[in-house]
């Protein structure tokens, strides 16, 4: 130990008790360490709520087996019109404004063409139909459940609970998001405006190249996750 760090020791002279004196030459380096030491447990403290709250945000992946179907020409009893099909088969429920879709195509020149659906869309129909006409919207998907949503057809383009992207539209196993292709009738045109929305061209013109046997690229994914759902190479039937 350093001499000057050492009590002092004084003998006693006449008419005084011996007396000792301490140096606090070392206090101040000790101080110091300890202060140090409190600084790095608080901020470690600090970094380890951040991380705890940050983790406690994430949101989980949800876990569903879904099927996509594309149609060149569906049967609506009287009439036929190109149509999709997303069916949930098994796992969680499904929030679908979480969901966003993403298709590829390529078209008879070669030309890929990207689609994309992401929250709720809503797209009118034809005067030459029964009941989907101009002044009337359905979402470009809806899930297909009459007695839990009632009809998706709609005298506004605001939105409906039974619609793809509605804080509503919940999509369990065993339901199925279908485009308004039923209601595309019983007269031509018997264009499906939903299915052309999500596409992003009209499935109904011969120069597309929409048929059996196309090939649609398709991926659903659940935005706050990042989780990717359905990841296939769809073919038209």
Known sequence: MNAENMSRIYPPGPGRCARIEKSDDGVSPVVGVM????VTVIIAAIVSAAAGGLSGTEKKAPSAVLEVNFYENRSYGSFSAPAMTIEHISGSPLQTK???????FRNESGQLIKGYLLGEKAVPGDDMWNDFDSGTYSGVLFISDQDRFGS???SSDTGYKSWFGNTSAVLMAGDVLVTPAQFCGPLQPHKNPGLNYILNFD???????????SVISTKIVHIPSGQVIFDKDVVVV
Do not use: K
């Not at 979480?98 to 590829?104: F, K, Q």
């Not at 499935?203 to 046997?213: E, I």
């Open 98 to 104: 979480d969901l966003s879709i993403t298709t590829y």
């Open 35 to 38: 202060l140090m030491l409190s």
């Open 152 to 154: 998706p057809l709609r």
């Open 203 to 213: 499935t109904t013109d011969p120069a597309s190249g929409y048929r059996a046997g």
